[in-house]
């Protein structure tokens, strides 16, 4: 670690937001450009045009930046954010390499795997470098600004994958991203540490199941882990299959991007609007409101998908997938300041943990969605409106554990 890490850096509220955006954008843009590949990828290792294993580029990669979650923010309780996140920077490298030079699609998913797993470390530490910095509403309005910014990654993102497959096929959509690790690499240098010394904790077993413990015995915690895991298994259903739905089921392979970029632009919308009302109606209700608009999204998309046999007119489907989109990136940020509230001391872990938790539980709701979807968009409209049920009950229980301190 180098001295720069060591001693103390001012940074305003802007170098935190720009900084933490870009590392969400380093985690987006290995999703996003991948998406305008899938034909190409079909057609290099002969899969069938409709063949839905290619979604498999998408759900490796989220595998991995679960797992790996469970291991970046541990270790950067023990040794701080900086060098922990340069190291899984590199093995974004490797992984995102790995999947430009894949001679078959086996070598492609494990590369993707890897690459999941250098991802998981800017993705997992965010969280624990706002926590080092903010608490409570700032905390959340923080992280808003951040998803929104970084939600332009859904707009750009295609765009940009597009171009790089029309300049180079889709190994050139994979080598792509990986030009953002020199980036990350040189600003996390002039960024510097935010964990202190004093509230390092040691890389010892003992210590770590006591953190751990604490961290399943709250309620608040677990209760928006699994609020978080629900409502990112339907978005995650959507990342993997909205390319194919796009295709096959309404025969509009030309704009997906636009309908990609819409869906980026109403998310980000949401999120910048949302970040300069959080702290005055404060967390608790923001989230509540994006919960009420999620389930009544849900229930307009579940009638009209049902009266229309599977296929909802494309922009009153995308109009309701757009608000059930924007509404779980709302909740997600306040979701994710609440429940490492109480966790102050163990931030890395606890992010560690609920990063894991959410990212490997919804890629495995939204992988079981996507393997459903053939030629309707019925079991994507009933995983949004059953996982949103479900998360809405997860949000009171995990509420009436802070009722009493409210109080």
Not at 44 to 55: C, G
Not at 202 to 209: E, K, T
């Amino acid at each position: 670690m180098t001295s720069g890490d060591r001693q103390p850096v001012e940074r305003s509220e802007r170098a935190v937001i720009s900084y933490l955006a870009f590392l969400s954008v380093v985690m987006a843009f290995s999703v996003d450009t991948a998406l305008p590949a899938f034909d190409e990828i079909r057609s290099s290792f002969d899969l069938d045009p409709t063949d839905s294993s290619v979604s498999l580029v998408i759900t490796t990669y989220l595998l991995g930046l679960g797992l790996g979650q469970l291991v970046y923010g541990v270790v950067s309780d023990r040794f701080g954010r900086a060098p922990v996140l340069r190291g899984g920077l590199l093995v974004y490298a490797v992984g995102a390499l790995g999947s430009t030079l894949a001679p078959s699609l086996v070598t492609l998913l494990v590369s993707r795997f890897i690459w999941g797993l250098g991802a998981a470390a800017p993705g997992g530490l965010r969280p624990a470098i706002a926590r080092d910095l903010y608490s409570g509403d700032r905390m959340a309005r923080v992280m808003s600004v951040v998803m929104a910014v970084f939600l332009m990654a859904p707009i750009v993102g295609p765009v940009v994958g597009e171009l790089l497959v029309e300049l180079g096929g889709w190994r050139a959509a994979m080598a792509g991203p990986g030009l953002l690790v020199v980036i990350g690499l040189v600003w996390s240098f002039k960024f510097g540490e935010t964990l202190a010394p004093e509230r390092r904790r040691p890389l010892q077993l003992r210590p770590i199941g006591r953190a751990v413990r604490e961290i399943v015995r709250s309620r608040v915690t677990v209760g928006y882990a699994l609020m978080l895991t629900v409502l990112f298994g339907a978005f995650f259903s959507f990342l993997g299959s909205s390319q194919p739905i796009i295709d096959n089921v309404y025969d509009r392979s030309e704009q997906f991007a636009l309908f990609f970029g819409v869906n980026g632009a109403v998310m980000g919308l949401a999120l910048w609007r949302s970040s300069r009302s959080i702290e005055r109606i404060g967390t608790a209700t923001m989230l509540s409101l994006c919960m009420s608009v999620f389930l009544v999204a849900a229930t307009v998309q579940l009638t009209v998908t049902t009266l229309s046999s599977g296929r909802p007119n494309v922009w009153l489907w995308l109009a309701t997938i757009a608000t059930m989109n924007a509404a779980t990136m709302v909740i997600s940020t306040s979701a994710m300041s609440l429940a490492l509230e109480p966790m102050q001391h163990i931030a890395g872990t606890a992010a560690s943990v609920v990063g894991a938790v959410s990212m490997l539980g919804s890629a495995v709701l939204g992988s079981v969605i996507d393997s459903r979807i053939d030629t309707t968009v019925t079991p994507m409209t009933v995983g949004y409106a059953v996982l949103g049920l479900v998360a809405a009950l997860l949000m009171i229980w995990a509420r009436s554990a802070r009722a009493p301190a409210d109080q």
